[in-house]
């Protein structure tokens, strides 16, 4: 398997604040990653997928200017919430992509939970 | 396009019984895979089996199996012998042909009670 990061696991901040989540890929290198959203009590959202190297693809529906998503490095990429609002507040999660001989397999980071005032 | 439904919002088992936990979907690709997640309290998403569409047989990984049956496009989980630490949600995913997308059903809460 793969063990995956993320930075901050919780964060709050103020209705206007940018806000930073790092999702690490400790101990393989992922050129695919995921990033999704989940609200309370609901199931996750596709936001979009990152390449390292090159532009994230997001998902119809999701701000692409709001979502901000970095891949610099095959073991991190960065999702900013810019100018954050109350409605933003969900748990953000981020997978990696592993290859694998059959399918390849998803492994999810520990989630950040973001509360804006 | 594809859909992945979860019809019980929440599931009760007693101990060291079994449970199954339902997953129909729909899609029109040729091929597509289908997958399982547990999710604690804590938040973090744990893989438990995967069923590939032409997987001959059904998929089992040490407690858990999968009751796929393609025709009626549906992938329930079963648990064997439950325990109070499988009190989660659970989560029926798709990724479908050509994808490593996920789309995840709307999840079950199972609670085990003694």
Redesign the interface.
């Known amino acids: 398997g793969a063990v995956v990061s993320q930075h901050p696991s919780w964060v709050i901040c103020k209705s206007g604040t940018s806000v930073k989540i790092e999702c690490r890929s400790l101990d393989f290198q992922a050129t695919t990653m995921f990033w999704y959203r989940q609200f309370p009590k609901q199931s996750l959202m596709l936001m979009a997928t990152s390449n390292e190297g090159s532009k994230a693809t997001y998902e119809q529906g999701v701000e692409k200017d709001k979502f901000l998503i970095n891949h610099a490095s095959l073991t991190l990429s960065t999702l900013t919430v810019t100018s954050a609002h109350p409605e933003d507040s969900s748990f953000y999660i981020c997978s990696v992509l592993l290859a694998g001989v059959s399918y390849n397999e998803q492994f999810f980071g520990p989630g950040t939970r973001l509360t804006v005032l | 396009a594809q859909k992945i439904t979860q019809t019980q919002p929440g599931m009760f088992v007693q101990e060291k019984e079994a449970v199954t936990l339902d997953c129909t979907y729909d899609t029109s690709d040729p091929s597509y895979?289908l997958f399982w997640?547990k999710q604690p309290s804590?938040?973090?998403?744990?893989?438990l089996i995967?069923q590939?569409s032409y997987d001959q047989q059904n998929a089992t990984e040490g407690r858990y199996s999968l009751n796929f049956q393609k025709a009626r496009k549906s992938a329930n989980l079963v648990i064997s012998a439950s325990q109070l630490g499988d009190s989660a949600m659970y989560?029926c995913a798709m990724r479908g042909y050509n994808t490593?997308?996920?789309?995840?059903?709307?999840?079950t809460r199972l609670q085990v009670f003694p």
Do not use: A, H, Q, V
């Open positions: 895979g997640y804590s938040g973090e998403m744990i893989f995967y590939g989560f490593d997308k996920l789309i995840f059903g709307t999840g």
